[in-house]
């Protein structure tokens, strides 16, 4: 079975600062995949950046980057500089067997 | 290159009555999964197919949910008899294949219902 728990059900950050979602995980699978998606109130979700289990350095895309440690099975996204656009729901996801699984997601508010 | 296409984008139904949501996916995309949101939660799996076969179909409830991926290309969801509890936004994703952890799924728009 795998397992995605996101624990913040809201966040409040200040335009331009950096701000953490915290994504834990559990899974068998010992080559499995972690994913974060951004969900603005449109309702599309947008894929933003991924971090394969065997990658050794944490991936980043432009202002996103995820924080990944594997012995505490953590894969924390940091948010640099916020923008105001950035208010949306953002869920982690894992990859495992074959199977995706999304977490309950945790909705940032990017204050001005 | 095109993404994943939905249609229709807003569906307003009573109670016992059914509702289709078409979905094509990313061309060349092997994998297509269609998930079930309610308001407020994460994207719950309904059904996974692998070309036209399915792959995973353990949480879609088979009383009143259908799908299916004719050709392997675009699928089609069915809910007959719609209950309240439906009222969800319907995703439909695609992925290049199913195997390997770094295939990122593509999301679609959503299909938004509303039973009354």
């Known amino acids: 079975a795998q397992k995605i728990t996101q624990t913040q059900p809201g966040m409040f950050v200040q335009e331009k600062e950096a701000v953490t979602l915290d994504c834990t995980y559990d899974?068998?699978?010992?080559?499995?995949?972690l994913f974060w998606y951004k969900q603005p109130s449109s309702g599309e979700m947008i894929f933003l950046i991924y971090?394969?289990?065997?990658?050794?350095q944490n991936a980043t895309e432009g202002r996103y980057s995820l924080n990944f440690q594997k012995a505490r099975k953590s894969a924390n996204l940091v948010i640099s500089a916020s923008q105001l656009g950035d208010s949306a729901m953002y869920f982690c996801?894992?990859?495992?067997?074959?199977?995706?699984?999304f977490g309950s997601g945790t909705k940032l508010n990017v204050k001005p | 290159e095109a993404g994943v296409a939905q249609s229709p984008r807003y569906k307003i139904i009573e109670k016992r009555q059914s509702v289709a949501f078409w979905c094509n996916p990313i061309?060349?995309?092997?994998?297509l999964y269609w998930y079930q949101q309610i308001l407020g939660q994460g994207p719950k799996l309904l059904i996974q197919?692998?070309?036209?076969?399915?792959?995973?179909d353990s949480q879609l409830p088979k009383d009143r949910f259908s799908a299916e991926r004719l050709k392997g290309v675009d699928s089609t969801l069915k809910i007959q008899p719609a209950k309240l509890e439906d009222s969800a936004v319907y995703l439909c994703?695609?992925?290049?294949?199913?195997?390997?952890?770094?295939?990122?799924?593509?999301f679609g728009e959503g299909s938004w219902l509303t039973v009354v």
């Open positions: 994703a695609s992925s290049q294949g199913a195997g390997g952890s770094g295939n990122t799924i593509y």
């Open positions: 996801a894992i990859k495992g067997f074959n199977k995706f699984y």
């Open positions: 061309s060349g995309h092997a994998t």
């Open positions: 197919f692998q070309n036209n076969g399915v792959v995973d």
């Open positions: 971090q394969g289990s065997y990658d050794q």
């Open positions: 899974t068998s699978d010992p080559s499995y995949g």
